[in-house]
């Protein structure tokens, strides 16, 4: 898909920058996959973007930037974000891989806020943020509504002196509550017995050294889920996972509006072994006890590439 924003502020009134900013999701892409095409959705913690295709989507956000003293910015916004229709391979008839369902995403409210200082050449950032979401449906029957999702970010960078450039750590922390999910004796949703969600702690470190109009430095980062709140002997157990990855990027802008990147990194994942209960496993929203299959661990390592360009207009 193709994700297109424009940013509209107002600096007429003293103490205080009101704005505007409009987010839309042009389905540009394919939101359909079929036979093995659906093999190149990959794990969302392995990639940064899982997903080909959705709809059409619009996220209008209002906020207001504070000014303190020069150097702390303080901002506080509220976002909404229609999301748009889309269809979507369905699994449910075994003899028809071409089968298509209607999914209508669920809309979502993300309340926000910021607060950044910058002094010299030091620069953080801290950003919370809370999101509600409607329930999703699939061919008009509502199956999911997810939990609350709270963020918490940190953005950090130091620009060192004479030309030895510029150091930036990140780091976040997510978790969300338990989801409402479609049972199979309920026509209606109902809230989970545990949390099926995981929560994710990731931290980044980048460094950029200025080579003429080039920006190029190393990259890694870290990644930690764990566990989900149920446990092994269910068929609802997710186990806890590691990423780690390490690599370089680089940065060009051939003129001041457009800035071309390219990032190159080794990933190694590893998770935990989910064990097989000889009985069998509960299903807790189906109810019953099922045959244990053995679930490799999602564990290996590869490499993964990207080219971008940002576009200022």
């Keep these: 898909d193709t994700a297109v924003s424009a940013t509209a502020s107002y600096l007429g009134v003293q103490g205080m920058q009101p704005f505007v900013s409009l987010n839309m999701n042009l389905p540009t892409g394919k939101s359909a996959l079929f036979g093995t095409d ?35 910015l303080v901002t506080a916004s509220l976002g909404y974000t229609w999301r748009g229709k889309f269809e979507q391979e369905s699994n ?51 199956t ?11 953005q950090s960078s130091y620009a060192w002196p004479q030309q030895l450039g510029a150091t930036t750590l990140s780091a976040s922390f997510a978790h969300s509550n338990r989801n409402r999910v ?12 545990l949390n099926s969600n995981s929560d994710v702690y990731r931290i980044g470190l980048q460094h950029v050294i200025p080579i003429g109009e080039f920006q190029v430095g190393p990259t890694a980062s870290y990644l930690f889920r764990n566990h989900n709140g149920y446990n092994s ?8 996972k ?26 190694w994942t590893h998770e935990n072994e989910n064990p097989v209960i000889e009985d069998g496993k509960l299903d807790e929203l189906a109810g019953g006890v099922f045959p244990a299959f053995t679930v490799p661990p999602i564990s290996g390592t590869g490499w993964q590439g990207s080219i971008g360009i940002n576009v200022k207009l």
């Design 38 to 72: 659906a093999n190149a959705r990959m794990d969302p913690d392995l990639v940064d973007i899982s997903t080909f295709g959705e709809g059409f989507n619009v996220g209008p956000t209002a906020g207001i930037n504070f000014p303190i003293a020069g150097s702390l």
């Design 92 to 142: 449910f008839d075994p003899f028809n891989s071409f089968l298509t369902s209607t999914v209508n995403p669920g809309d979502n409210l993300t309340p926000t806020v910021a607060v950044n200082y910058q002094t010299g050449p030091l620069s953080i950032g801290l950003t919370a943020s809370l999101t509600w979401e409607t329930p999703s449906s699939v061919d008009d029957l509502q």
């Design 144 to 154: 999911f509504k997810p939990g609350k999702r709270y963020l918490l970010a940190l």
């Design 182 to 193: 479609l049972l199979p004796e309920l026509s209606a949703l109902a809230i989970e017995t």
């Design 233 to 240: 002997a269910t068929l609802q157990f997710v186990p806890a």
């Design 242 to 267: 590691t990423r780690w990855s390490a690599g370089l990027l680089a940065q060009y802008p051939p003129s001041p509006n457009v800035t071309l990147n390219a990032r190159i990194e080794h990933v």
